[in-house]
C-alpha cells in the first residue's frame, strides 16, 4: 500500500497514455495518489482526473511561477472548486527565487492569500520551496500556517529546516533525488525526520528516481523511494509504505 503524495498527471507528458501510467501505477501498488495543480488550467484538469478515479485526489493551488497570472477571480474560482470532497488540500503554493518566472513580492504576495484560503477552508497546504529557504519559513511562521499544517514537498533543505518545518506542524515528503548518488544530504534528512512527519511521493513526470533517471516518472516508482527510505531507516519496504501512507491518509482526513 503506497501513497504517492505528489503527482502531476495532467502534465503534457501524459497525453498520449495518462489513462494507461495511472492504471498501471495503481496495479502495482499505489493504492492513493494526489494530484497536485500548479496554473490555471490545471485546476479543473486535477479535478476531473479524480472524479475519474476513486483513488485519486486532488490539490488546489497556483505554483510560484504562475503567480503572476493570479487575480482574486482565480482564488474564488480556487475556493469554489475546493467545495469538492475529492479536494484534499490548498497546492501546490510557495516560493521559487531559482527562476524566478514570477516578481517576488508577487509570488510572496499570493501564496499569502493562498495560506489564508487554506486557513478559511481548514485545508492543509502543499509548499514549493527552491532557493527561498528562509523567506518561505518566514511566510509560514508569520501567517501562522501551523494552524492547518501541510507539507514541504520535494524536501531539499538540511536537518535544520526540517527540525524547522516540523516544529510548525508540516511534514517532509521525500521523493526521487533521495536514490541519487549526491543524496548524502537528503539522506541525512530522512534519518533525522520522525516516521510520524514523513511522506513520500514522485512529483512526476519529474525528478525520476534511480534506476531510471532521465527518463520520464510516474507513480509507479514511488516504490523506488520507499525502498530507499526503509534502506536508510533499517526498516522494511512494508513498515515504511504502511508508515507513509497512513500519514497521508491521516493529513488529508481519508479514511
Not at 497536485?36 to 488546489?60: C, D, K, Q, T
Not at 482574486?72 to 475529492?86: A, G, M, T, V, Y
Not at 516516521?195 to 516504490?223: A, H, M, Q, W
Amino acid at each position: 500500500m503506497l501513497f504517492d503524495t505528489h503527482a502531476h498527471f495532467n502534465d503534457n507528458r501524459f497525453k498520449h497514455d495518462r489513462d494507461e501510467a495511472i492504471k498501471n501505477a495503481h496495479e502495482s501498488g499505489v493504492s492513493y495518489i494526489l494530484n497536485v495543480s500548479y496554473n490555471i488550467p490545471s485546476l479543473e484538469h486535477s479535478l476531473s482526473l479524480a472524479g475519474r478515479y476513486s483513488f485519486i485526489y486532488a490539490s488546489m493551488g497556483i505554483h510560484p511561477h504562475y503567480s503572476k497570472d493570479m487575480n482574486d477571480n482565480i482564488l474564488d474560482k480556487i475556493r469554489s472548486l475546493c467545495e469538492n470532497k475529492k479536494v484534499v488540500a490548498i497546492g501546490e503554493i510557495g516560493l521559487d527565487y531559482y527562476r524566478d518566472l514570477s516578481p517576488r513580492d508577487v509570488q510572496k504576495k499570493w501564496f499569502i492569500k493562498q495560506i489564508n484560503l487554506a486557513k478559511e477552508l481548514k485545508l492543509p497546504i502543499i509548499v514549493h520551496i527552491r532557493d527561498a529557504n528562509e523567506d518561505a519559513l518566514n511566510v509560514l511562521k508569520a501567517e501562522n500556517a501551523r494552524e492547518v499544517g501541510g507539507i514541504i514537498h520535494s524536501f531539499s533543505g538540511d536537518v535544520k529546516m526540517a527540525k524547522e518545518a516540523i516544529d510548525n506542524n508540516f511534514y517532509i515528503s521525500v521523493g526521487g533525488p533521495v536514490t541519487y548518488p549526491n543524496a548524502r544530504n537528503l539522506i541525512e534528512v530522512v534519518k533525522f525526520v520522525p516516521e510520524e512527519r514523513l511522506l513520500i511521493e514522485t512529483d512526476c513526470p519529474y525528478l525520476t528516481p534511480e534506476p531510471f533517471r532521465g527518463k520520464r516518472n510516474d507513480s509507479s516508482l514511488v516504490r523506488l523511494v520507499a525502498e530507499k527510505i526503509a534502506e536508510i531507516k533499517g526498516k522494511s519496504f512494508e513498515e515504511i509504505a504502511n508508515i507513509t501512507t497512513n500519514n497521508a491518509k491521516m493529513l488529508f482526513g481519508i479514511r
